[in-house]
């Protein structure tokens, strides 16, 4: 977690890879979500997943 969030401080863009996407948001994520599959394996995308769930409770507003 700590990497992570050196990573998204040196690197803000990375949070929001869709943002100038020419085909748009939802097109975006399913070419990353399709890539993520292709590449992974079932063990790691849960570590993914589990990442996002922690950052976004760090990114959630108090």
């Known amino acids: ?8 401080a040196r690197h803000p863009g990375l949070s ?3 943002s100038d996407a020419p ?9 990353i ?3 993520i599959s292709d590449l992974y394996n079932p063990a790691q995308v849960d570590v ?3 990442l996002d769930g922690l950052l976004s409770d760090v ?3 108090r």
């Open 33 to 35: 979500g399709k890539a």
């Open 59 to 61: 990114d959630a507003p």
């Open 48 to 50: 993914m997943k589990r």
């Open 16 to 18: 929001d890879l869709a």
């Open 1 to 8: 977690m700590p990497y992570v969030l050196g990573l998204r």
């Open 23 to 31: 085909r748009g948001r939802q097109h975006t994520a399913r070419t």
